[in-house]
């Protein structure tokens, strides 16, 4: 990997590392849905600019409705549950259960290639993987935070068929397109709920962080993580994905004080290992760009 790639390599991991620990933080005096309205607003604000002197409007227009799917399953649902999530479990265990997406990813890409072969190292990370994931749960479970996690579960979902949606009707659409309209539609959708659930007073630590995950972590990350991909492409740009959740983890546990639980010490290691294993190529891609829809790769992070 060249400088450059290290380098963008490297501020990725940690832009997409960073957000658990913010969210942990801005949930303490939002409601969740208003962090979503606060997070995808100012991003649409920033891209739908980019997107007009493109002149991009009419592919954005020409495909909206499944931009706005992809922003629905992407952002919209999944972003209010972690938010609501990360008010009862930590923001640890939180980036730990979302770094399982790639094991998601691989069971949905079998559901849809039945024919396919699948080797027994991908299979063997499956089973570790879930394994890792179970014991996250198990280990760590507390009175009331079965729903929590399966809250996580359902966000789970959805950043699985955000790239799959990528993949089958988006892949001719710019990615700054993509996420200019589906910020866009989401801070719509969110806007009537926001108005009647607004805080009295919002503080300055609390706007700060708010700044940071729209600006930081929404659009400067996808414009940088762009780049990214061109540099080292996309099927290696996925290995982001178990940085940042160290990097989430450390933050969450020197940052918020969070304990460093069993459940995190054994689970941790076993989804990471099983992660690389169900999702590595095998001779030839078998998480090729075609599969996860090119710059899909970006939308399994926080």
Known sequence: MTRRGWLLFSAMSIIWGIPYLLIRVAVRHLDPGVLVLGRTGPAALLLIPLVIGR???GVLLKNLKWIAVFGVVEFGIPW???ATAEKHITSSLTSLLVCAVPLFSVVVQRMRHANEQISLSRYVGLLVGALGVALLVG?????GSITWIGCMMIICVGYTLGPIILATKLTHV??????????SVVAICWIPWSVTHWPAHI???TLSCVAVLSVVCTAGAFLVFFELIKEIGSTRSVVVTYVNTAIAVVLGIVGLGE???VGIAIGFPLVIVGSVFATRSSGTATLSDTELGGDSNLVINE
Do not use: F, H, I, R
């Not at 280990?139 to 009175?143: A, E, I, P, R, V």
């Not at 710019?174 to 910020?183: D, K, M």
């Open 55 to 57: 002149g991009q409007v």
């Open 80 to 82: 209010y549950l972690m």
């Open 139 to 143: 280990l760590d479970l507390k009175g």
């Open 174 to 183: 710019p990615g700054s397109v993509v996420v200019a309209g589906a910020t």
């Open 203 to 205: 503080s300055g630590e």
């Open 259 to 261: 304990p460093l639980t």
